[in-house]
């Protein structure tokens, strides 16, 4: 199992290889439990600038692949990586433009594949995750997370537990999920608490006529 999140130690590794002239995929090689693009994921979100490779002009070889994968499905942000590792996506739409490209299909770029992947990179490394885990460590939104994990239920995710949505242990069930197509643990049974229990009954005897709030205070103004 990988690390949950970055640790301190990786961040400032990453960031003494940002300015360096190594490539996403040799800056991977340092980290054995993170991929290139897990590797690149975590250079955006630390919003360091331009690395030296994406000022470089472009070869020919990095030229005619991305002419090949402006044609391909899935996203830039999934296929420049694999693909062209030393260049970020946003420079390959700028260069995709520069060279006389048209404008790449929706029907292409509208793929969650990188979402997906980065899925279940994470997952493969640390399972039971919810939601918002989820789209913290992949850097997707939370409603793509959500649209990924609806397709592939029961197929490709499930459901490994369930937590509280607030850390003090209230409000509603909030799914965990893991790779897999194994059968979801069965969600929790709604426990009311003892008090809100109390003022249903007491609620429920006033309204059958059982139980009147007011007689004890009748008898004190009697008194």
């Excluded at 360096?20 to 360091?48: D, H, Y």
Aim: charged fraction near 25%; charge should be positive.
């Amino acid at each position: 199992m990988g690390a949950k999140v970055w640790s301190p130690e990786e961040v400032e590794l990453l960031i003494k290889l940002h300015p360096t002239e190594l490539t996403v995929e040799q800056i991977a090689e340092s980290f054995p439990l993170r991929s290139p693009m897990g590797v690149q994921c975590m250079l955006n979100k630390l919003q360091l600038g331009q690395r030296p490779t994406t000022r470089a002009e472009w070869d020919d070889e990095e030229l005619a692949a991305l002419r090949h994968i402006w044609f391909e499905r899935g996203s830039l942000k999934s296929l420049v990586p694999k693909h062209i590792p030393n260049r970020g996506w946003r420079s390959a739409m700028d260069m995709g433009r520069q060279i006389g490209l048209p404008r790449r299909d929706a029907r292409l770029r509208t793929g969650y594949s990188w979402v997906s992947e980065e899925m279940r990179r994470v997952l493969g490394e640390l399972p039971n995750l919810t939601v918002p885990e989820l789209a913290e460590r992949t850097t997707g939104s939370g409603s793509r997370v959500r649209q990924v994990l609806k397709a592939g239920h029961g197929s490709s995710f499930y459901r490994s537990g369930w937590t509280r949505s607030h850390a003090a242990g209230e409000g509603d069930w909030v799914a965990r999920w893991s790779l897999g197509s194994l059968p979801d643990v069965p969600k929790p049974e709604k426990v009311v608490p003892a008090a809100r229990m109390k003022r249903y009954r007491k609620r429920l005897k006033v309204r059958s006529g059982h139980y009147d709030p007011f007689a004890a205070l009748a008898q004190q103004v009697s008194a």
